[in-house]
């Protein structure tokens, strides 16, 4: 499956800095039900966003002017813990959210924001606490990730570097899945099953 790459990146960053946010509060249990991904932007964070008559929770962060439409969230530590539901990845990319920054992510949600294009950014404690504060700031709030410099960089011009391992790099670069990321390799795959099945003939 192709995947929309990531190069740079401009957005609103919403600040959600609570400690193990789960996959339960980012995709609650009633949007699982469906036969295919449509309209998981709904359910996103259902019970904080949406007050119980329906209407949009004025107190909740993406709700709120200065980061409607965001592109990024800042987000509290072991962010994701919880079931392994993926509905909770479709939902954030139908929100429009393109990168995650966190101290930690659980982890088979980093993989699978990885298997689905999600960026995600672990940063130093410090750091994304100063991070945090900064864009909490609506007029501070908007930031571009550039994934191929692994910089962050701030209104006003700060810098914040990050690291990432290369192959989920290259992937989001490309804006490759799992089998998009092996097919890369498929002329050495071809090399390999000629070589292997000359030297056992009996498997033909």
Sequence with gaps: MSLQPFTIVTGKAAPMLA????????MPKQFLK?????????????????????????????NQPGW???????VGPNFGCGSSREHAVWGLKQ???????????????????QRNGVLLITLEEAVLQHLGRTVSQPDQAQISVD?????????????????????????????????????????????????HLAAN????
């Design 19 to 26: 400690a193990n946010i789960d996959t339960d509060v980012i």
């Design 34 to 62: 469906g036969i295919d991904r449509n309209g998981l932007d709904r359910g996103l964070f259902f019970d904080l966003r949406f007050l119980p008559s329906g209407e949009l929770n004025p107190a909740f962060v993406l």
């Design 68 to 74: 409607q439409g965001a592109s990024f969230m800042v």
């Design 95 to 113: 929100m429009g959210i393109r990168a995650l920054i966190g101290s930690s992510f659980a982890g088979i949600f980093y993989d699978n924001c």
């Design 147 to 195: 994934l191929e410099g692994q910089m962050i960089r701030l209104e006003g011009g700060q810098a914040i570097p990050f690291q990432i391992d290369a192959l989920r790099k290259t992937a989001l670069l490309l804006g490759l899945d799992a089998i998009g990321t092996t097919l890369q390799r498929r002329e050495q795959i071809k090399a390999f099953e000629r070589e």
């Design 201 to 204: 003939p009996w498997l033909n």
